[in-house]
């Protein structure tokens, strides 16, 4: 069955402080379409979770630009200057994570664990407000899952039941997000008949994908 959605039925899915994950890097992987979109909605107090904020123009750069965003959840945000300026006057709450230890949360956040554990950024300001294990005289943090409301994915090409292939740094983070999210939206620049892609090089199944916006 097709997942195909015009852009006019994307709103019904968004709302105030929803949590939403962003996959790619520096806009690459981002879907344009969609981060429009939830701009054109007007919706706010977002908690964003997404590997950068990317820059003032593109990726998810303008929803920090236009203050929609209340919380990031991030590995970098030196990029975007926009996100620094309001970390600093206290208009954006920043969770910064180690990159490794983000793709694992989100994964355990799909996976349905509760947590991980992980040495780094032991005796450092992560560690601060996190729970300590010791196990075999390693010191670990206990890390916690990162779950959304909503994940917006940018693929190369999708069919229309909803498989996925991504494009080089695009498959990053997106294929764990497409576990993590009650509700997985993919902007894909191709779409073809089912049955069309070699299932061997699907990186993400269609049964994790709700809905599919065409980028054409």
Known sequence: MSKLISLTELPRHFFNGMTIMSGGFM???????????ILESEIHDIHLICSDTAQVHNGV???IVQNRVKKIS?????????TGKKMISGEIEVELIPQGTFAERIRAGGA?????LTPTGVGTVVEQGKQKIEIDGTT?????????????????IADENGNLIYNGAARNFNPLMALAAKTVIVQADKIVKAGTLDPNQVMTPAMLVDYLIPSY
């Open 27 to 37: 806009g690459i992987g981002t879907p344009e379409k969609i981060v429009q979109a």
């Open 112 to 116: 349905g664990l509760g947590g991980i």
């Open 140 to 156: 670990y943090l206990l890390e916690r899952p990162l779950t959304a409301d909503i994940a917006i994915l940018k693929a190369d």
């Open 61 to 63: 750069g303008p929803l």
């Open 74 to 82: 991030a590995s970098h945000i030196g990029t975007n200057p926009e």
